[in-house]
Structures are given as C-alpha cells and as structure tokens.
C-alpha cells in the first residue's frame, strides 16, 4: 500500500503521494500565526524605530523625546521610568539626556573632535593615530593608507559604526566605498536617533580612518571604565569588544575583583582568561582625568603590551537601556550618580531650547 499512498506532515504543511502523484497542502493559518510578531516588529521598527526619529525628531519637543523614550525603555527593561525623579542608573542617564546640556560633550562624542580632547586631557600618546577623515567617500585615496586600518562614522556607538579592514589592497574598491557610504547614512548607527539622544544632532557625521591596534595574541580587550561624579567606581573588561554582540565580559571593582553583575546576553568572561595589566592604576587615573569634566561618563581605554589608548568617551551606556537582570542592581548602581552635585549652569529645563540656541 506505501507505494501507493504516503503521508507527510509538519507544523504547517501536509504533503500526500497518492500512486505517484504529489499533493500539498499548506496550513497558512499557522504559518500567519507563526509570523505575526515578527511582521509586527518590523511594522513598529517602520513606525517607531531610529528611522523614525531621523525623520521627524526635528520637530519633537523636549516632552516628545521623553515620552518616545520612555516607550522604548519599559520594552527595553521591563520598568516604566520615572525621568521626572529617577533613582535607578538607567533613569538618572535618561534625566541626563534632557536635563543635562554641556556642549563639550558633543565634542567628546564626536570620534574626531574626541581626539582633541584626549590628547589636551591626558596626552598625545594615549590617542589612536588618526589617518583621515572625510565627508565624501569619494574623497578617500585608499593607496595611503596601510593594510589595516579602522574606519569609523563619527557619531556612532558600539560596534555598529565600525568597519575593521585587515586586507585593504585585496577588496573591491567600489564595493568598499559602498559599505563605507552604508556607514556614513545609516540611522541605526546615529546615537542622535537610536539611542534618542536629542543634542547629538549637533554632531557632524564623517568617516574617519584610524590605526588597527591588537594585541600580540590577536585578541583586543576593552576595558570600561564607569565613573560617577569624579570617581570611578567600576569597569568591565570586555573580549573582542569590537566584534560580536555577544561578546565575553566581566565586571570588576577598583581592586580587580569579579563583582556579581551581568550585562544583557553577554556571556561572563572568566578571570583566568584575563590578566590584570601592570599599568591598571594608570589606567584608572586617565579614567578620572576626563570623569572629572562630567557628572557620569564611561571611559573606554585599550591596553596593548602596556601601552593605554584612549578608545571613546560613552555619555548613554547602552542608550540608557543597560539590562542589568534586576531593578535592584540597576537601584544601587544609580545610587553611585549625585545628580545634586551637577554644576546648575549645566541643567535645563528644555533640551530642545538649549541645542537650537547653541552654536559648537
């Protein structure tokens, strides 16, 4: 009888073989349910995603850009933020965003201009050399630069606006400077839209070229510092920091010790597969050299065979959005943050006031 008939089934299709011939039947109601949210994702990334606010934020107000935020910081978190009184880390960083409006921020954001400042704050030898910056793709004569080489979009954060080549002369030019102008107009990589940072819209966006740096093993660890009014109090070092989303980490205290914290997805990194760097209290001193400038900043440093590079300065850790697993983890860090202690001709009431009235 099989050679005759013969069933098949799965979630969403039927399939019968009757003498030879096959017939097919599809359950589209399942497959429809099976797909929904993923169709009612894409539709709210359209609606209200960083697309969105590159469009239409030039009209946002002040109350517009905490309202929006505070939608993407429940769906982020879990919790409904109170920007108004905030007690947790994440909601003292949004306040921040809309209440706190110093001008040399953006100039530490901006991955160009950032480099001014580091090498006024701390010293021309713990900046990554710089090997170009442009406007136009087309402006970039490739034959100068070496092998390898970092490109970066000035405004983004993380690794999404970040293009690590370690075989220029190889790949395709054209190609390159289509992924290269890719990363100069993407919103996903503009903080200004997708971590709604409002004055961010101040920043120039260009392409940069830096020097690749790595460490002897191939591996580049990052470490970042967390500082809160003055003083750093903790760091995570981070493996490939520059790769994956989902790479290794682990929280440390000033005297190196594993602290109990996690950080979204992030698998931990065990401290035996790092090692403690001779110059670690160098480090922290470069740290609180730019911390003192800012209520709260997150100092990103390299250590490549002893040698500390200043990698960025991050105002808004994960958009304000830091998954810690637990409201009172995210509690106790934010009580770490004195927002009392910020210099009151910094605090406006209106952060859309304050960037069309400034002039970088």
């Known amino acids: 009888m099989k050679l005759f008939y013969n069933k ?183 903080t200004y839209c997708s971590c709604i940072v409002p004055e961010r819209r101040l920043i120039k966006e260009r392409i940069i070229a830096e020097k690749y740096i790595e460490e002897m093993d191939g591996h580049l660890f990052d470490y970042k510092f967390f500082c809160f009014n003055g003083k750093m109090e903790f760091l995570y070092v981070g493996l490939d920091a520059m790769g994956e989303l989902d790479n290794k980490l682990v929280f440390l205290d000033r005297n190196w010790n594993i602290l109990d914290l996690k950080h979204g997805a992030h698998p931990i990194l065990n401290k035996e597969e790092i090692k403690k760097p001779e110059n670690f209290e160098k480090m922290i001193e470069i740290s609180e050299t730019f911390a003192q400038d800012f209520p709260f900043v997150r100092v990103d440093l390299y250590n490549i065979n002893g040698k500390i590079y200043c990698g960025e300065l991050t105002f808004n850790p994960t958009g304000g959005c830091m998954n810690f697993h637990s409201k009172e983890i995210d509690l106790k860090i934010g009580q770490m943050l004195d927002l009392d202690k910020i210099d009151k001709k910094f605090i406006t009431d209106d952060i859309v006031k304050s960037i069309k009235s400034c002039n970088i």
């Open 8 to 190: 098949k089934i799965n979630d969403f299709t039927k399939e019968l073989c009757i003498f030879g011939f096959k017939l097919k039947f599809t359950n589209h109601k399942k497959e429809f349910k099976r797909k929904l949210p993923q169709c009612e994702s894409m539709i709210n990334n359209i609606m209200k995603g960083p697309h969105f606010i590159y469009t239409n934020a030039n009209n946002f107000s002040t109350r517009d850009f905490k309202i929006y935020m505070s939608d993407v910081f429940y769906r982020a978190l879990g919790y409904f933020p109170d920007l108004e009184n905030p007690k947790t880390f994440n909601e003292k960083i949004n306040w921040l965003k809309y209440n706190y409006f110093n001008p040399l921020e953006n100039i530490c954001a901006d991955k160009y201009t950032a480099k001014g400042y580091f090498a006024q704050k701390a010293g021309e030898e713990y900046v990554i050399p710089l090997l170009g910056v442009w406007d136009n793709v087309n402006d970039i004569d490739f034959s100068k630069l070496p092998e390898k080489v970092v490109f970066k979009n000035t405004i983004s954060g993380g690794t999404s606006g970040v293009k690590i080549i370690d075989n220029l002369s190889k790949l395709n030019k054209d190609e390159l400077k289509y992924s290269l102008n890719k990363l100069l107009f993407n919103t996903n990589n503009d």
